[in-house]
């Protein structure tokens, strides 16, 4: 094709793009854009989550004029569900009394044994527990279920913001935060009962895995005999039997963080049994209180959204219950936002860019000048086992066994986690589901998972600026193009490359061939490290955290820069308003990382985000790259110009 979806218009040439391609393709958008209130930031995924958004309204709305006798009672749940959220009438008059029963049940806890198993109770219906469990995949035999157990327990973002300097203010905050929300129950000390519940979180924390250790799933791969499970914690034993309902479906499971788990076991025996009911008061208080009254909503916002994020104003209402729908029944708003919004024609041309991004990763694997011929053999093995899934799941969760009462808004929260709790623990001793979607499709986002070795393309992103079937292919492969390579470069990163093409943890490589990678990933962390994002200047990128996305957008846009020729077949890809097809590809690439981020936000991503800032997602990335030092004749006097001898090519 040759029309290009490119405004040359909305180029900002004030700003190079040999110095800054990011602000020379945004520069005009980034001065006239503001973020608007109700959000941390904005940009082009939040512009296609906005659509989302709307057309998942829309979907509720329609089913919200149905009724349970009718012929689409799924589609009433929709809609009782969100009119529930929607009835701040009676939300204000009810006041905390949704949860009063769960309180008094904690306040009627006796012993650490009781605690335990409220606390179990509550994790199955969505409230934060001792531990997180969740079913997976056993990443040593990836034909079965498995049973895993993360760690869990903590209301701040991530461990270290219980011990770094910079986050005193934040530690302040939260106290200020759970001693609020102990006040609207009337607690008789609510300042007290914070202090003590952090001083808890605190011992938790000191126990809890790092960000960049949780990356390593050789550290988080540990498989336990349930038998054995009281050598790690005698109270797990009975958390797991009422977790899991029979606690033999498998005679294994994966214990994530051991230390964690024994940890917590240690502060079970010697924490105050006071303190641990009002932790799980906390816990309550905190999933709670978006379904409560004003005065919770308010308290929560203050601290997670306000001082967190940034966010000066709390959502409207219809787009929180958009997102309690979602979260309840996704897939049955998915069924129908794919009816509505995702020709059959999109999954063709999908498929069609699959197959050449797989094309090139298989020409570009062949000629590694680092890798020796068996572990090359084993790669190219790995990516011929390759699984794509594009647009929907072929069969839908089915959504008739949940239960959706009208004006039981809490109730109904807790029902749905349940629901998708037991759905869960019925995979248990079942074959492996291969159809299985971990986003819905009007999610806007992409996943590689390592364990079934599949790349997933969800409907929702399958639009403009990432994939426009009129466009020319140049933008296509830019954006869209990009993303697929990314996710397969998954299958490739210091992370992925540790599962075999069956999906198995197993190690492939030859110790030669892992340390040359090795070497080349380092760079790449000692590049990133280096970067400060601009709305945070004097903070930097945590390379090691980040470090799988960034071989992710490396390799993902270096390999679709090489599909992108072979697309056009030999043939010399026109010029387009002035641009080439090189220059619009990395134009396009630009475009997609199109972003304002308030500083808060920014700060909290480069604490628990994996993902680089999107600015260095599109500079730093194409500064390794020949292809845009020649798309844009990049010299050594200009600002993106890495020495050849400085740029790092993986795959």
């Known amino acids: 094709m040759t029309i290009s979806t490119l405004d040359p218009d909305h180029l900002d040439r004030t700003v190079r793009p040999q110095d800054d391609l990011f602000r020379h393709a945004n520069g005009v958008w980034l001065r006239e854009t503001v973020i608007p209130d109700d959000r941390p930031l904005t940009g082009s995924f939040t512009a296609l989550r906005d659509a989302s958004e709307l057309a998942v309204r829309t979907i509720i709305e329609d089913a919200a004029g149905a009724d349970e006798g009718s012929a689409d009672p799924v589609g009433a749940k929709l809609g009782v569900l969100y009119a529930d959220f929607m009835d701040t009438d009676r939300i204000e008059a009810e006041g905390a009394a949704p949860i009063v029963p769960l309180l008094e049940r904690i306040a009627a806890i006796r012993t650490v044994e009781e605690l335990v198993d409220l606390s179990a109770g509550l994790t199955r219906s969505g409230v934060q527990g001792l531990v997180a469990p969740y079913v997976s995949n056993d990443a040593g035999n990836p034909e079965r279920y498995l049973l895993h157990l993360y760690q869990s327990g903590l209301g701040l973002p991530d461990e270290s913001y219980y011990r770094e300097e910079g986050f005193a203010e934040t530690r302040d905050r939260y106290r200020d935060l759970l001693a609020a929300l102990f006040g609207l129950v009337a ?148 069924q129908r936002y794919v009816e509505r919004h995702f020709p059959a024609t999109h999954k063709a041309a999908m498929l069609e860019l699959v197959g050449n991004l797989i094309a090139a990763y298989e020409s570009s694997i062949t000629g590694l000048t680092w890798m020796t011929d068996a572990t090359r053999a084993r790669a190219l093995e790995k990516l011929a086992q390759f699984t794509t899934k594009i647009g929907y799941p072929d069969k839908w969760i089915d959504y008739g066994p949940l239960e959706v009462l009208p004006s039981d808004l809490y109730g109904n929260a807790l029902r749905a986690a349940e629901f998708e709790h037991r759905r869960q623990l019925d995979k248990l001793g079942q074959p492996i589901d291969r159809g299985a979607w971990l986003m819905t499709p009007q999610t806007v986002n992409a996943y590689y998972m390592p364990t079934m070795n599949e790349i997933v393309f969800p409907a929702a992103i399958l639009q403009p600026p990432f994939f426009d079937i009129e466009a020319d292919d140049a933008v296509n492969y830019g954006a869209i193009g990009a993303v697929i390579g990314h996710e397969i470069g998954h299958g490739f990163d210091d992370k992925g490359s540790q599962f075999d093409g069956t999906g198995r943890l197993h190690n492939w490589w030859s110790e030669d061939d892992r340390t040359a990678f ?134």
């Open 187 to 334: 607690t008789d000390d609510p300042v007290g009962a914070a202090d003590r519940v952090f001083a808890l979180e605190t011992r938790l924390a000191a126990w809890s895995m790092g960000s960049v250790e949780r990356r390593d799933p050789q550290k988080t791969y540990n498989l336990v005999q349930h038998d054995d499970v009281a050598g790690f914690s005698g109270h797990l034993v009975p958390w797991l039997r009422i977790v899991t309902d029979e606690p033999h479906q498998s005679a294994e499971l994966v214990v994530n963080q051991p230390d964690f788990v024994r940890g917590l076991d240690a502060a079970l025996a010697a924490e105050d049994l006071g303190t641990w009911r009002e932790w799980l008061v906390s816990r309550v208080l905190l999933h709670a209180s978006d379904f409560l009254d004003e005065r919770f909503v308010d308290a929560a916002f203050a601290f997670y959204g306000t001082h967190l994020a940034g966010t000066p104003r709390l959502k409207d209402r219809w787009k929180r219950g958009v997102a309690l729908v979602e979260g309840a029944m996704g897939e049955a708003i998915g």
């Open 518 to 651: 090795d070497a080349l990933t380092g760079r790449l962390v000692a590049q990133y490290a280096a970067l400060e994002p601009s709305e945070v200047p004097g903070r930097t990128v945590n390379g090691e955290l980040t470090l799988s996305e960034n071989i992710g957008d490396l390799g993902g846009l270096g390999i679709s820069y090489r599909a992108y020729l072979l697309s056009l077949g030999g043939a010399e890809a026109p010029v387009i308003d002035g641009l080439t097809g090189a220059q619009r590809f990395f134009l396009s690439w630009a475009t997609c990382w199109q972003q304002k981020i308030r500083p808060e936000e920014a700060t909290r991503r480069l604490t628990v985000d994996p993902h680089s800032p999107n600015e260095f997602r599109c500079n730093q990335v194409v500064r390794n790259l020949d292809e845009f030092h020649e798309a844009f004749g990049v010299g050594v006097q200009d600002g993106l110009w890495l020495t050849p001898e400085e740029r790092v090519r993986i795959w």
